[in-house]
């Protein structure tokens, strides 16, 4: 065998033992016995040669080339067995560690209460109608006979949108769906309206810029204030337990005449405390508003006044929640620490 075939042999012996990897190794092995290795050439030269010397070399040749392509196999495997083993080792699992357990994620109690409400008074046939968070200023105010000098429309009350000609804001109640609602269909009309509402109060125990309500409307013939008051009063015993029923004190609204603020009993003392620190022994405590529908109200949105009339009332959802699990601080309903929440059967 010619000297220089033997060292292809002995230089490819080298370059797969010099190959850490399978990776080095493929390229180890295209270099010693690829296309272009130097044994395919000495393989293409041999029809240079003469006919006679032909067949002798072209067995060397052959004979050289299994030799090598042997040893490739042999460190293929080698290597191949090192690359398993380790990522055996790499990868184990240890089955017998403790699972980690993962929270459930839920809804906040805000959430649930909105349902739960929403779910109440479907049961009484009412819909649920929403309206947008950016409100028309006529629909926020004018529409519900908030003239333009009522307090309630300064910048130290309501989020205004600029450019002030846009004529928005962030609405400071949901009594605008009502009016959404009213402009919408005709009576007989019987809707739950919740919702996010706004108004530039700073974050503090008994105030939150960002707060929710839930606003009730019906439009139908011959409703009475006996109407309001009865369904109040299922709503309150629904929300804070048999025995909890509602007062009306006369108040004022521009958009309900006459208007009333609602009263449930004191669901600590039930009224028969003098040092109930909940009520300060009044026996009652303040819920929301309510009222007929002012007819200037009803007029605005195209409701026939001779054939209908209706009740309005609006609660604050933060407020509900506060009386219903005896939270004294509304902060800890904004900032949204799972602690807090998780103590009302998330993920119901
Ligand atoms: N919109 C009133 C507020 O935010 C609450 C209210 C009072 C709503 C009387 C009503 C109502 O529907 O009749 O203070």
Redesign the pocket.
Known sequence: MSENLRELISAAKTAFEQASDLDQFKSARLSHLGDKSPIALANRELSQLAPTDRAARGQEINSVKSEIAAMAQSREEELTRERDERILIEERVDVTLPTRVSQRGGLHPLTLLRDDICDLFVGLGYEVAEGPELESEWLNFDALNIPADHPARTMQDTFFIEPLTTKLVLRT?T?PV?VRTMLDRKPPIYVICPGRTFRSDELDATHTPVFN?V?GLVIDEHITMAHLKGTLDHFATAMFGEGINTRLRPSF?P??EP?AEVDIRCFVCRGESKECRTCKGEGWVEW????MVNPKVLIACGIDINRNSGF???MGLERTLMFRHGITDMREIVEGDVRFTAQFGVGR
Do not use: L, N, P
């Open positions: 109640h009594s009502q309500q606003e609204f958009f309900t208007s929301g508003g309510c009222g309005a009332f609006g």
